[in-house]
């Protein structure tokens, strides 16, 4: 019989005020928790938070985020500047320039051979415990040519992944500068900003690119390599960071 993913809903509350629930595998959430935070902007670096406290509710998760001055102020004021709700789409965004920001341009990166993509992404695929037994999840991982595979987060939805990938890396106080981000799902312009907010310069996924995305990893100097299955890929952005 074939094992099911669990499905939960998440609260993410800052200092007390509940700012986003997600649908997401409830595991790793401290990574998540930290890594949200980064990747939303509502910290800088980890040192803005203070605590993190779990709890499990009859419906649901409640992971409690408490900030420190700092970020605390940023936060606050990121709330007094929400219009209000929205029928669909993105809610609490001002205008359309708010809704796709330009992430911080990343800088360097290493330049990497068409093997040693392929062979990342292969680990990637081989690392997947949740996925190997359910079929039903997504995976982030962040990968160094000398270090290998170094993390690697699953989720059943492809951003709560990333982020907890992201939560990880930050915890451990690991620079992600110099590898590659791998993902098994799409590039949509989400993923994009967030692989920006961790810094990492190439992103590397199974399936392919959104336009938005691409041009927003245009402007962020990020190198997009998709549709990375059956020994080949693409590039579409920035290829100067790939050797073929």
């Known amino acids: ?14 200092n007390g005020t509940t700012h986003a ?12 928790a930290y890594g949200f935070s980064l990747t939303e902007g509502q910290i800088e670096t980890c040192d803005q938070i203070r605590s993190v406290d779990i709890s499990v509710e009859d419906k649901g998760i409640d992971v409690r985020i408490w900030l420190d001055g700092s970020a605390t102020r940023q936060f606050l004021d990121r709330r007094r500047r ?13 205008s359309l320039a708010d809704a796709v920001p330009v992430p911080k ?9 068409a093997e040693a993509i392929l062979g990342a992404q292969q680990v990637l695929f ?15 991982g962040y990968w160094e040519p000398d270090a290998g595979l170094v993390e690697i987060r699953e989720d059943v939805g492809r951003h709560n992944a990333l982020d907890k990938l992201a939560g990880a890396l930050a915890r451990q106080r690991r620079p992600a500068h110099d590898g590659i981000i ?3 799902s799409r590039v949509s312009v989400e993923m994009v900003q967030k692989a920006a907010a961790i ?43 790939v050797v073929v």
């Open 182 to 184: 791998l993902l098994t």
């Open 21 to 32: 629930v997600m649908m997401a595998t409830p595991n790793d959430l401290e990574d998540f």
């Open 82 to 94: 929400i219009a209000g709700p929205t029928g669909c789409g993105l809610c609490g965004v001002e």
């Open 126 to 140: 081989d690392a997947q415990t949740l996925h190997a037994e359910t079929s039903a999840v997504h995976a982030a």
């Open 199 to 241: 810094g990492t310069p190439v992103l590397v996924a199974v399936s392919a690119p959104t336009a938005l995305a691409v041009r927003t990893a245009e402007a962020a100097g990020i190198t997009i390599v998709a549709v990375a299955r059956n020994n080949a890929f693409e590039v579409f952005s920035h290829a100067d960071r």
């Open 1 to 14: 019989m074939r094992a099911i993913p669990e499905e939960t809903a998440i609260a993410l509350t800052f």
């Open 105 to 113: 341009r990343v800088a360097g990166g290493n330049t990497f051979q």
